[in-house]
């Protein structure tokens, strides 16, 4: 029978791959252009082949900034988790994530969103939760089953079912907090922000925080 080695990752080896300064930069880089696409659109219009690469970005920010919203929230609680002195950059990932992820709320239904949303805020919250007792003596091995992969896929599932029956609620709450979120002059400011603070941890990481060895 044909396994699929990537089921079977725990979450700590994928949370590994963004525990590095160069892959936490790139993720603000690429977040911050996707949120400033209209503007940068506009500025090089002029300019044949960037033009045409930004007008792009603009028609697929939509779509593709709520995945990349819900990974800049994740990767956002990793620097929280393990460099609590970079609370800009965590909050900061955690704020465009959440404004990328907010400009879909038009275009789906909102309670798939929330759902899916919450879904995998609590599963790496639980993870979060669950790790550090994975080298227990008495309940580590059922502990390591449960942070591998397909098990976090199944807990994000029924968190994802629950809440898409439970948030009918807070549609209205969310819908408001969006249309802020999701508005031009807002998002495009978060994503200048977050190119700035991308750039800057290429040349001097220690200006926010960064720049010392991830635990």
Same mark, same amino acid.
């Given at each position: 029978? /044909?396994?699929?080695?990537?089921?079977? *990752?725990?979450? &700590?080896?994928?949370?590994?791959?963004?525990?590095?300064? #160069?892959? =936490?930069?790139? @993720?603000?880089?690429? $977040?911050?252009? /996707? &949120?400033? !696409?209209?503007?940068?659109? +506009?500025?090089?219009?002029? #300019?044949?082949?960037?033009?045409?690469?930004?007008?792009?970005?603009?028609?697929? $920010?939509?779509?593709?900034?709520?995945? =990349?919203?819900?990974?800049?929230?994740?990767?956002?609680? @990793?620097?929280?988790?393990? +460099?609590?002195? !970079?609370?800009?950059?965590?909050?900061?990932?955690?704020?465009?994530?959440?404004?990328?992820?907010?400009? *879909?709320? $038009?275009?789906?239904?909102?309670?798939?969103?929330?759902?899916?949303?919450? !879904?995998?805020?609590?599963?790496?919250?639980?993870?979060?939760?669950?790790?550090?007792?994975?080298?227990?003596?008495?309940?580590?091995?059922?502990?390591?089953?449960?942070?591998?992969?397909?098990?976090? &896929? @199944?807990?994000?599932? =029924?968190?994802? &079912?629950? @809440?898409?029956?439970?948030?009918?609620?807070?549609?209205? /709450?969310?819908? *408001?907090?969006?249309? =802020?979120?999701?508005?031009?002059?807002?998002?495009?400011?978060?994503?200048? !922000?977050?190119?700035?603070?991308?750039?800057?941890?290429?040349? +001097?990481?220690?200006?926010?925080?960064?720049? #010392?060895?991830?635990?």
């Amino acid at each position: 029978m /044909l396994q699929l080695e990537i089921f079977d *990752l725990t979450l &700590a080896e994928i949370v590994a791959f963004f525990q590095d300064d #160069i892959v =936490v930069a790139w @993720v603000l880089i690429g $977040s911050g252009v /996707l &949120a400033a !696409a209209w503007l940068l659109e +506009n500025i090089t219009d002029p #300019i044949p082949l960037l033009g045409t690469i930004f007008d792009g970005l603009v028609a697929l $920010s939509t779509y593709l900034g709520f995945f =990349v919203g819900i990974l800049d929230m994740c990767v956002g609680y @990793v620097v929280w988790a393990a +460099n609590p002195d !970079a609370i800009i950059v965590a909050g900061l990932l955690i704020l465009i994530g959440f404004a990328l992820s907010m400009r *879909l709320l $038009s275009k789906f239904p909102i309670a798939l969103l929330l759902s899916l949303g919450l !879904a995998l805020f609590g599963t790496f919250t639980l993870y979060g939760f669950l790790a550090p007792h994975a080298g227990d003596p008495f309940i580590g091995e059922y502990i390591t089953q449960i942070i591998s992969l397909k098990w976090m &896929a @199944v807990i994000a599932f =029924v968190i994802f &079912a629950v @809440v898409y029956l439970l948030s009918g609620l807070l549609i209205k /709450l969310i819908q *408001l907090i969006g249309k =802020v979120f999701a508005a031009t002059p807002v998002i495009v400011l978060i994503g200048l !922000a977050a190119l700035g603070v991308g750039i800057i941890i290429f040349f +001097n990481p220690a200006l926010v925080g960064l720049g #010392i060895p991830w635990p």
